[in-house]
């Protein structure tokens, strides 16, 4: 009476639950590499912890697995600040703009007048 016993991949245990965390977490990984904001050629990884705890007569064992992905950070943006006069004798950080405000791009459209940096005063 010698069959032959279906075995399975850990992975397929808890109903395909153990597998469906590696498939999710694989999902985000792919998600993260076609997402523009991230550098193309950054490593990703999925790190696979799989714990067992045997009980006291090391007859019946608990599993539990967590799949965890290790995304790559999204790429810096970066502007430009200018420190400069608001015309009226104060100092004020402004971003620097591509053209002169008011100026008409190539496009046709106007130029925007440059965001002024919040600057708060701390009492001394």
Do not use: H, W
Request: glycine share 4%; with cysteine.
């Amino acid at each position: 009476m010698n069959k032959n016993i279906d075995r399975s991949s850990i992975l397929q245990m808890a109903r395909g639950a153990f597998q469906e965390r590696v498939d999710y977490e694989m999902g985000r990984v792919v998600d993260n590499i076609l997402d523009l904001n991230t550098k193309a050629t950054a490593k990703r990884k999925i790190t696979l912890t799989i714990e067992l705890t045997p009980d006291d007569e090391r007859q019946t064992i608990s599993v539990a697995v967590q799949a965890k992905a290790t995304l790559a950070p999204t790429n810096p943006v970066a502007t430009a600040l200018c420190i400069t006069s608001d015309g009226n004798g104060e100092m004020v950080v402004a971003e620097m703009v591509p053209q002169i405000p008011g100026q008409i791009n190539m496009d046709g459209t106007q130029q925007e007048a440059p965001k002024i940096l919040k600057l708060v005063q701390t009492a001394n």
